[in-house]
T-cell receptor, first 116, second 109 residues
């Protein structure tokens, strides 16, 4: 139990569906992240929110849309995805973001996404 | 851009053997970290290193922050079955955390 909870753990969707991934952290952290993990690739940073403000968007396609309503919750809204978007999506949190980030991230268990 | 070269990519060892893996880069970093990912789980932080030359242990794990600030290694002594998983190095630069590609550890009992 890392204090970061992701739902759903598994998701199968068609290319025309709209779905959302949810992340909640119970650690009182100020920064939250979405990472994509594909086979044989390093973890790819998608989005960073620090104090509910998006501070980084790593050239992610617009079919991925993040939302951070408060410092404890983070969503990733998905629409018209492609099969190559199938991957494990990991949420993480840290005490601080930006210049204050020490690199110590607390990850959730991930949401395994399959796009048909 | 900043990249980490992690090696080896995979290891197949016998239970009880020691393990060594490392990470190198052409860039300088302020912090080096090692994470482990068990099957079906997210990565978990094992060790964080904050000063060049720092050597830190966590049980059977030992990691060092290279003196040049461009590399780090992780050693695991007397491996046990629960050590199986993927080990990632990570390095924190100016606002950016970079991950290596991972070392997949398999242990034969």
């Amino acid at each position: 139990e890392t204090g970061v909870t992701q739902t759903p753990r598994h998701l199968v969707m068609g290319m025309t569906n709209k779905k959302s991934l949810k992340c909640e952290q119970h650690l009182g952290h100020n920064a939250m992240y979405w990472y994509k993990q594909s086979a044989k690739k390093p973890l790819e940073l998608m989005f960073v929110y620090s104090l509910e403000e998006r501070v980084e968007n790593n050239s992610v396609p617009s079919r991925f849309s993040p939302e951070c309503p408060n410092s404890s919750h983070l969503f990733l809204h998905l629409h018209t995805l492609q099969p190559e978007d199938s991957a494990l999506y990991l949420c993480a949190s840290s005490r601080e973001g930006g210049w204050g980030n020490t690199g110590e991230l607390f990850f959730g268990e991930g949401s395994r996404l399959t796009v048909l | 851009g900043q990249q980490l070269n992690q090696s080896p990519q995979s290891m197949f060892i016998q239970e009880g053997e020691d393990v060594s893996m490392n990470c190198t880069s052409s860039s300088i970093f302020n912090t080096w970290l090692w994470y482990k990912q068990d099957p079906g789980e997210g990565p978990v932080l094992l060790i964080a290193l904050y000063k060049a030359g720092e050597l830190t242990s966590n049980g059977r794990l030992t990691a060092q922050f290279g003196i040049t600030r461009k590399d780090s290694f992780l050693n695991i002594s007397a491996s046990i079955p629960s050590d199986v998983g993927i080990y990632f190095c990570a390095a924190q630069g100016a606002q950016k955390l970079v991950f290596g590609q991972g070392t997949r550890l398999t242990i034969n009992p």
